[in-house]
């Protein structure tokens, strides 16, 4: 978005991709950026030019993998979102986890705007905004010693097996992400065992806590959400690989651009930075596709990882 221009809601999540990435590659190289050209397609392909310490041209290609899977009520609530954090003055992007629903309404959005705020930040620079949820524990059969769980803990079913005596269901459908600590996490599990072996637990037990969602300050002039309203699962991983192919043969005309060096960004959805697959989609693809880049950067979840980046000296402004 350039100065000013009016602020449209929704935002381009491609926008904010833009924005994290330039205060990530100005940090890292301590040089001073600058956008020279800018244009976006529809199909989520920005492309354009960076100057570099008022001095070298950086060509680049962003691929916003967000933009495929747009939805109409999702984009509206998305836009209820993003005037709610401009009108406070948060110039913020939130991450939204895979799959959560948008908060909606005057006293959700009033709520939401008040975490944002209060976003505490975290060991690798990007900040937690904490929503109070509540999880749901019901012992089923006294014998075994395992629990069933669906939602945000699922994939932690494992480190419940033979800590809880019996057999039990754990709802975490209102929980989409666990915070980053560890520390956190383990007092989490220690609440939820302790709560197993109460003298109530063949009652339904409600056990209070926080869904942790990423928000990163921006140098810029408006707030961002950015998420995908598709779960993860096998059929968007697909999905995911096709839409890449088709995104990287648009940007093909960045690499016949006149520049000093070239960056190729991928933006996309992920509920941890640790489990985004747009790497794993890039290196199972044909190599030839990107070869022709010289950085090479995803963001997911607030987070900018380099799987392409030269060693020291070799880009001209880090000689």
Known sequence: MAAGEPIAYPSDPGEAGLRLFLQWFGGFYARSTSLEAHEASQSGVH?????????????????????????????????????????????????????????????????????????????????????????????????????????????????????????????????????????????????????AGQPEADETQTIPTFDAWTVTPLEAERAYVLGSPKPEDDSQSSALRRNLRALLREAAPTL???????????????????????????RGMDPALYAGYDLLVVIADGLVKPLLKPGRSVLPWDA
């Not at 354009?48 to 933009?67: E, P």
């Not at 904490?130 to 994939?155: H, N």
């Open 47 to 195: 492309r354009g030019v960076i100057s570099v310490g008022r001095r070298w041209r950086l060509a680049f290609s962003l691929l916003d993998t967000l933009a495929a899977d747009a939805e109409l009520p999702y984009e509206a609530a998305r836009a209820a979102i993003e005037q709610r954090l401009d009108s406070a003055r948060l110039r913020v992007g939130l991450w939204v986890p895979r799959g959560a629903h948008l908060p909606e309404g005057d006293a959700a959005l009033s709520q939401l705007v008040l975490q944002v705020a209060g976003a505490v930040d975290t060991e690798d620079g990007r900040q937690e905004l904490r929503r109070p949820v509540s999880l749901y524990l019901r012992r089923q059969e006294t014998s075994g010693s395992v629990m069933t769980i669906l939602g945000g803990l699922g994939g932690h079913w494992a480190q419940f097996t033979n800590r809880v005596p019996g057999t039990y269901y754990l709802n975490a459908l209102e929980l989409y992400r666990l915070p980053v600590s560890q520390d956190l996490r383990d007092e989490l599990t220690e609440r939820i065992v302790l709560a």
């Open 256 to 282: 016949s651009l006149q520049a000093d060096a070239k960056a190729l960004v991928v933006l996309g959805a992920a509920t941890y930075a640790d489990e985004e697959k747009l790497s794993w989609a890039l």
